[in-house]
């Protein structure tokens, strides 16, 4: 459950992180007329939905190199961002083995109708809060994925404040034919007055892992 502080005003924020919104929101195509709008709130002491969850988002998902983004757009026009490590497998020779590749620790392997992302990270930011862990999930051609297990490595940084009470918080290990399998991270959350619970899910199914990040 979200909670803002009554008081909370312009004197409460930071430039540090006054400035890592605005560079955040650069560098994820908020537009320069929206970000002036968002900084002018900030600046009187109204914090971007993006951390307060005040409004839903639209997401949009799409591969970038080894890593597949999803970008989040709120009803005030911040972002939260989030990102799976899946490095597109390459195959020895005219084989059907996957040719082990690796980026950052994340590895795939197998064969073209199995493959395995070995030591993955899922990730999320809105700037002021960044989170993540590692998992390992496997793409079945012309059956069920899987996630392989519950997650390790995690990490949560809320910058200023505090991300505390971290854990797994559920996990559907296999997909089915209704429903793909996820494994979700929950953590508590406090950045200048905005209090809440954090969630970072990662969902892998229909041969594809997509990830979302979301403050509230």
């Not at 069920?144 to 490595?153: F, S, W």
Request: glycine share 10%; aromatic share 10%; hydrophobic share 30%.
């Amino acid at each position: 459950m979200l909670v803002l502080a009554p008081n909370l005003s312009a004197n409460a924020t930071t430039p540090s992180l006054r400035d890592k919104f605005q560079s955040f929101w650069t560098d994820h195509g908020v537009k320069a007329n929206t970000r002036a709008s968002l900084l002018k709130a900030y600046d009187a002491g109204q914090m971007p939905d993006a951390v307060t969850g005040k409004s839903s988002s639209t997401d949009v998902t799409k591969r970038v190199g080894d890593y597949v983004v999803t970008t989040s757009t709120y009803a005030d026009g911040s972002v939260s961002v989030s990102q799976v490590q899946a490095p597109l497998p390459t195959y020895a020779g005219t084989s059907s083995r996957v040719k082990p590749m690796a980026i950052s620790g994340c590895s795939t392997g197998g064969t073209s109708g199995h493959i395995t992302y070995s030591n993955c990270y899922v990730s999320g930011n809105n700037a002021a809060i960044t989170v993540g862990f590692q998992t390992s999930f496997t793409y079945v051609q012309g059956g069920y994925d899987l996630i392989e297990n519950k997650g390790k490595n995690s990490y949560q940084q809320c910058a200023p404040g505090q991300c505390t009470d971290p854990i797994f918080d559920s996990w559907r290990q296999y997909e089915t034919a209704s429903a793909k399998a996820f494994l979700k991270y929950r953590f508590n959350y406090s950045v200048l007055g905005s209090t809440g619970t954090g969630f970072l899910q990662l969902t892998v199914g229909d041969t594809s892992a997509s990830s979302k990040f979301t403050a509230p």
